[in-house]
């Protein structure tokens, strides 16, 4: 499995932050492989790389650091590993955007932790989690309060595809 992530700058909650560790530690357990891209920013990035070297999880990290040094994190330095298992590369520096649409283009499953639970312009979290909807990746997002929602939800769509469509098939599919 190939997970992405984007998050905030600022840092994560305490509830993020349980929430995003159980469930790392969750897709460890049910996949043989796991392989995670981040973007090597201060905040979110830095502590999900940081949850994945303290619990000996996943197989694979990948760093997509910006070009901008200002905001990275310097994960590989400040959290190293003792694992001969852990595989860490960190691909050429990017601008933001091109970075960010990097790590969407890699991942099968775009991990999102934002700072806040309404999506907002300018902000290169969401401006990822829209380029991920765009290209029809599965998302998980992880608010601040430790909710965890996941894109694409069947149910939500269903429901959409039926108001706008105003009819419902036997078996609950619209036409």
């Given at each position: 499995m190939i997970l992405g992530f984007t998050g905030t700058r600022e840092e994560l909650t305490e509830k993020q932050i349980r929430s995003l560790t159980k469930l790392l530690k969750k897709m460890n357990s049910k996949y043989d492989f796991c392989e995670f891209h981040?973007?090597?920013?201060?905040?979110?990035d830095a502590k999900s790389h940081e949850i994945i070297i303290k619990n000996k999880i996943f197989q694979k990290i990948i760093i997509h650091p910006p070009t901008n040094s200002k905001l990275r994190a310097y994960t590989y330095i400040e959290f190293p590993s003792d694992r001969d298992s852990l595989e860490v590369h960190i691909?050429?520096?990017?601008?933001y955007l091109?970075?960010?649409?990097?790590?969407?283009?890699?991942?099968?499953?775009?991990?999102?932790?934002p700072c806040q639970k309404e999506e907002i312009l300018r902000s290169g979290t969401w401006q990822t989690y829209r380029t991920a909807r765009k290209l029809n990746?599965?998302?998980i997002l992880i608010y601040p309060d430790g909710t965890i929602e996941i894109w694409p939800d069947k149910k939500l769509i269903k429901k959409i595809k039926e108001k706008f469509?105003?009819?419902?098939?036997?078996?609950?599919?619209?036409t």
């Open positions: 981040h973007g090597d920013c201060i905040g979110a691909l050429g520096e990017k601008e091109d970075r960010n649409k990097d790590i969407v283009d890699s991942c099968e499953i775009l991990l999102v932790c990746k599965k998302i469509s105003g009819k419902k098939e036997k078996n609950g599919n619209t």
